[in-house]
């Protein structure tokens, strides 16, 4: 039986994307060679990458306007040190907000570069919250944040208006929710929740801020170089581009970003509802800050936890329990997540009213 995925990452996909993916092990076009044996220079793959690139854009409502983007490798924490790379003057500054783990981990790679500002934090309160009335610096080289903290489960409502670039790790909440996403200068999204397999890294960059910070860049680590190459300067993750433009279509035949995201709203609101609801739970993290995509909560009495595991075990459903940090449950309620299997989540949470 297949399982409920509650896993925060690598996560659910679409049920037709795993089954077209696999299709494509075995046969890739009817060219009789698997995905995995073609070469990336293929015209196939090129056809793949290039779709892939152009598609993110048209979701995105990027289209024309300046950007490009990249299927890179090196996951979100390449992204954290390649960001001050290509952006960060030499004694330059960069400001952050520290909004989670992750963010905490690209301030760390930033601190190599060069001045980095922390704008704004709520390590203090166990990252319960995101961090609001902070400035920034107008004379930072660019502004850094995280709009979805996968650990924590807080998301951002609001995107500071500013001159100076807009940086934003999306990595888990990427095309969830409709966002004015030409306010953003550079953004970047390891695959694995939202997207695709592990194992590539959608960058979607503004070109006119590359090439300004003076720096002698590695290779592969400058997005211009990238940007150049059409992303094949060396041999992509094929199979993760694929399976990551399989899941863009699907995005694109669901009526794209809007409706997926009246569905993540409609499970969103179903979940916190009975979170809210039912006095054996409560939210991990402030209401107004609450995360659409990876939902964290917990009992109000510890000694229920064996009694729940068992039952949402029975249900079928996977991968539920919380981050270590924070300990309790995280229902990571990604896209590919059908509102059917939120309920069978929440039938769950009634079911332990009448077992305790
Ligand atoms: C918001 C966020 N940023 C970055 C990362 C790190 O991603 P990667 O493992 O692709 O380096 C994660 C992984 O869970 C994440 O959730």
Known sequence: MKKHNYSAGPSILPQEVFEKA???????????????????????????????RSL????????????????????????????????MKENGKAAYLDSGTWATAAIKEAKLFGETVIVGSSKEDNYTYVPKGYEIP??????????????????????????????????????????????????????????????????????????KNGRTIPSMLDYSKHIKAESMYNTPSVFAVYVSLLTLQWIKAKGGIAAVEKLNNAKADLLYAEIDRNPLFKGAAKIEDRSKMNVTFLLNNPEHTETFDALWKAAGISGLPGHRSVGGYRASIYNAMPIESVQVLVDVMKTLETKV
Not at 27 to 38: H, V
């Open 22 to 52: 696999s299709k494509a092990v075995l046969n890739f076009n009817d060219s009789g060679l698997s995905i995995l044996e073609i070469s990336h220079r293929s015209k196939d793959f090129v056809a793949v990458m290039e779709e892939a």
């Open 138 to 211: 107008a004379d930072a080289d660019y502004f850094h944040c995280t709009s979805n903290n996968t650990i924590f489960g807080t998301q951002m409502q609001e995107f500071p208006s500013t001159n100076i670039p807009v940086v934003c790790d999306m990595s888990s909440d990427i095309f969830s929710r409709e966002l004015d996403f030409s306010k953003f200068d550079l953004i970047y999204a390891g695959a694995q929740k939202n997207m695709g397999p592990a194992g590539t890294t959608l960058v979607v960059v503004k070109e006119e801020i590359l090439g």
């Open 56 to 87: 993110a854009l048209e979701l995105l409502g990027l289209q024309g306007k300046g950007y490009q983007a990249l299927f890179l490798q090196g996951g979100a924490s390449t992204a954290f040190l390649m960001a001050p790379y290509n952006l």
